[in-house]
Structures are given as structure tokens and as C-alpha cells.
């Protein structure tokens, strides 16, 4: 149980009495305890130390080292070995002389290297702490992950695989699509980057479509299969987050030792060989070891990032990325998924998107995609004072009455969650062009929904 209450002040001269640790510097692991206590503060900040919340809720801890660079030793060392070595790490803030506030027990989810001035206003390598409250840390326990292996250019829209291999076999890598469940983490290692460049979350069902495929791997190459028609397994993503630093093959294969101890199977998502470096799997889709996770924590930050229940920015959603029209999907029904998921795969959807975002920018505007925690919105902006929040929807004669029902089923339930905030915010339904029926316009006016469509991008405000 933890000893401490949350927003409570407490003589720090106190807890030193009772729960041991050094009684100056900002890391102090206990000897009587398996805890480690941290200490920030303004004060620290002449020294070098920078403390502080990002905007996805990871508190940014400064290692300890006055003079010259840091080095992952003594305090530092307590921070980084502190859940391997089942040790609590508690958090408290000077706000006045010999007193302290409880921030809350947090778990170090990532590392990283900062450039910062020390002591004597020397340029220094600083180590920095990447800190997630155990409530929020925990958020990720259950979370199974994931690696596509792939050459896709529409990363992020979905995962899609054959029923079979080509000689019409089970094959356990499109297979294992099945087990994904919602929530969960999909990593994207994409082959013309050699890296993991991003990661999604799992969202929704499988559903069975036509999709165009050719297997990749030696015999198919030496086969000279192309891609054809048939019968595929896909699944939804959501949230698609590129990483802040793409993990490349080459140094993943720097911890190759490490990784080599890890306990193989056949869906592990590298090809270790005694006569080759560590390669990815000739599969599409595999598993994704937490202890795998655990040796990266670019990789461990995502996750925490696509998972943890985290305090809103103030700025809605994340930077917009223009959808790539050339790449489409087979039209099927809308209600056996999630209509937003299947839709986002439709070329003509993707163009309108496009257009619309294009249009934003044109006039000054900031287009943006939703976070992970933000409704499933497809382009957002922000005017003056208010927040813009738009559906996308394709149409076709036989399809519109259907669509248009359901996308402006969509956009109002986006307005309503994002006006939680307290904020004020225009609901926009797009369309490829102008609806067959003009009543359409008018139920939109009424509802207070502006419908648009390509051509009449006009009427909006930015």
C-alpha cells in the first residue's frame, strides 16, 4: 500500500527519518524499503535539471550529474533498474523550503539523451526519465502487441491478409489476424525504411473481403508470383502515430544478444540465423514480445502514449497526413464493421479528404488527425473560436441515401464528444459532390451540420 497521499504536503526531513535514503539531491533509493524517492523542483534548475509534463502526460525526469555529462551510475541507475528490480518510484515537488508534495508512484517508461547546460554553464549530455503514473502504466498490462512486416504504402489503414498461402495451405502469419483483439498495439516495420516507422491501435472485428495479394518471400519471388485476386481476412486500425524516432534494423541488431535471449517461437518478428545478422521474419504479420518491447524505449513510449489515459492538449489532434488516393479498397457492406473503417480504404474518399485538407491549409488553416484518444474524426481544424470537426464520406447514386445517413450519424456524435471540452464546435459532413437530394442541405442547416462538398469548400470558415 502506498504510504503517501496524493497532493499532500509532507516535511521531507520526515520521510528521510522514517523511510531512510539520502537526505539532499533529488534521487534517493531507500535501503530499509524497495523504493526509489525522487525530488524535483524549481530550485533544480540552476543546476541543470529541466522537470516536466509533455503533452502526453509523461513526466520528464532529469537525471542526476552537476558537472560534465551524466552517466547511467549510482541515482540514475536506481531510476533506469527500478522495475526490473521491483522497486516503487515515488514522486514529490518542492514548492517551499523543507517541504515536499506528493505527485503520485510512476513507473520510467523510456530514456533518452538531452543537450542541457550543467553547473558551470557547460554544454552537457543530460539523461532524461520518461515517467508514467503506475495507474496509467498499468493501462498497458493487458495490451497484447504486434508487428506488421510490410511494403505498404497506406500504412495505418488496416491489416489485411489471404485465408491461405498460395498453394491454398493455412499459413500461420495471415492466420494469426484473428487473434488480434481490440486495443491492442500494431508496430509497422516497413521494408523501404528497414525500420519500425509507426505504430496503431486494433480496433473492432475481422471481416472477410477480396483483396489483392502476392506472397513476397523466396519461393514466391522465385515463382514470379503477382499480385492477384482473393479471398482475405482484415481488420481495423485507428490512432496511426508515426514514431517520433523510427527504430531502424540497424540498431535493433545492436541488441541482438539481448534479443537472442528471449525465448523464440514461431511468431517471433525476427529471423535470428548463426550465419546471417538478425533479420525481420519472411511473414506479414507476427507477435511482439513485451520483453522485445522492453529493450527499446522509443518503442515503450509509443505504447504507453497509444494506451495510457492522458490529460488533453490543448490543441486537437496531431499533424495532418495527406492520404494516399492511389491505394483502395473492394466497396462491401457497412454494417458488418465499423463504416468508418471500411470508408477510410476508398480511394474517392481519400481524395475528398485530401481536398478538404488542402483547402484548410490554403486559407491559412492547420488540418489535423484525431490522437488516440480523440473521437475518429477525418480532418479537424481550429478557427478563431471554434473547433472545425469533419466526416469524409464517398458517394455513389446507389449508396448516397445510406451514406450521407450514416456519416452525419458520425460527425454529430464527434461534436458532441469534442464539446465536452467546453469548447464551441461546427459539425462538417464532406461529400465528393453535391448530394442528388436537395433536402439533405436543409436537415443539415437545421441540425447546425455545414455540408460541403468538392467545389464548395467555400462556405467554410478557418
Not at 513476397?216 to 508470383?225: F, W
Not at 480532418?379 to 448516397?400: D, F, L, M, P, Q
Request: hydrophobic residues 35%; charged residues 25%; contains cysteine.
Amino acid at each position: 500500500m502506498n504510504p503517501f497521499v496524493v497532493g499532500q504536503e509532507y516535511i521531507r526531513r520526515e520521510i528521510h527519518d522514517q523511510y531512510g535514503g539520502g537526505r539532499q539531491g533529488g534521487i534517493s533509493p531507500s535501503r530499509r524499503y524497495p523504493l526509489v524517492l525522487l525530488f524535483t523542483g524549481k530550485t533544480g534548475e540552476q543546476y541543470g535539471y529541466n522537470d516536466g509534463w509533455d503533452a502526453d502526460g509523461v513526466f520528464w525526469y532529469t537525471g542526476e550529474g552537476r558537472i560534465g555529462d551524466m552517466t547511467l551510475t549510482r541515482g540514475n541507475l536506481a531510476i533506469a533498474k527500478a522495475h526490473a528490480e521491483n522497486r516503487r518510484l515515488l514522486l514529490f515537488e518542492q514548492r517551499r523550503r523543507g517541504r515536499v508534495t506528493f505527485l503520485g508512484e510512476f513507473r520510467c517508461i523510456a530514456q533518452r539523451e538531452v543537450q542541457n547546460l550543467d553547473q558551470l554553464q557547460q554544454a552537457r549530455r543530460a539523461i532524461q526519465f520518461g515517467l508514467l503514473e503506475t495507474a496509467e502504466a498499468a493501462a498497458t498490462a493487458g495490451t497484447n502487441y504486434w508487428l506488421e512486416i510490410t511494403d505498404r504504402d497506406d500504412l495505418g489503414v488496416n491489416l489485411k491478409a489471404p485465408q491461405a498461402s498460395e498453394d491454398g495451405k493455412p499459413y500461420w502469419s495471415y492466420s494469426v489476424i484473428k487473434e488480434i483483439q481490440p486495443g491492442d498495439i500494431v508496430f509497422h516495420y516497413h521494408k523501404h525504411a528497414a525500420g519500425i516507422v509507426a505504430c496503431s491501435r486494433a480496433v473492432g472485428e475481422v471481416w472477410e473481403e477480396a483483396i489483392t495479394w502476392a506472397a513476397k518471400g523466396t519461393s514466391a519471388r522465385k515463382e514470379k508470383t503477382e499480385p492477384h485476386r482473393r479471398p482475405g481476412w482484415c481488420l481495423g486500425l485507428e490512432a496511426f502515430t508515426p514514431l517520433e524516432d523510427s527504430l531502424r534494423l540497424d540498431a535493433i541488431r545492436e541488441r541482438e544478444t539481448e534479443i537472442r535471449a528471449i525465448p523464440a517461437s514461431q511468431y517471433s518478428p525476427f529471423s535470428l540465423s548463426p550465419n546471417r545478422p538478425l533479420r525481420p521474419q519472411q511473414a506479414y504479420l507476427t507477435r511482439f514480445p513485451r520483453e522485445f518491447l522492453a529493450l527499446f524505449p522509443t518503442l515503450q513510449l509509443a505504447a504507453s502514449r497509444m494506451t495510457a489515459s492522458t490529460a488533453r492538449p490543448t490543441k486537437i489532434g496531431r499533424d495532418y497526413v495527406w492520404a494516399n488516393e492511389e491505394v483502395a479498397t473492394s466497396e462491401r457492406d457497412p454494417f458488418a464493421v465499423d463504416p468508418a473503417i471500411v470508408e477510410r480504404g476508398n480511394r474517392a474518399h481519400r481524395k475528398t479528404q485530401n481536398l478538404l485538407a488542402d483547402y484548410v491549409k490554403s486559407l491559412g488553416g492547420d488540418p489535423r488527425l484525431p490522437l488516440p484518444e480523440e473521437p475518429s474524426f477525418d480532418v479537424a481544424w481550429e478557427g478563431t473560436e471554434t473547433i472545425y470537426v469533419a466526416e469524409v464520406k464517398s458517394v455513389t447514386k446507389r449508396n448516397e441515401e445510406r451514406q450521407l445517413r450514416l456519416g452525419l450519424g458520425q460527425v454529430l456524435r464527434y461534436q458532441h464528444v469534442l464539446a465536452a471540452s467546453g469548447k464551441s464546435v461546427r459539425a462538417v459532413l464532406a461529400i465528393e459532390r453535391a448530394p442528388s437530394d436537395p433536402s439533405w442541405s436543409a436537415l443539415c442547416r437545421e441540425l447546425g451540420v455545414a455540408l460541403v462538398w468538392v467545389g464548395n469548400f467555400d462556405v467554410l470558415s478557418v
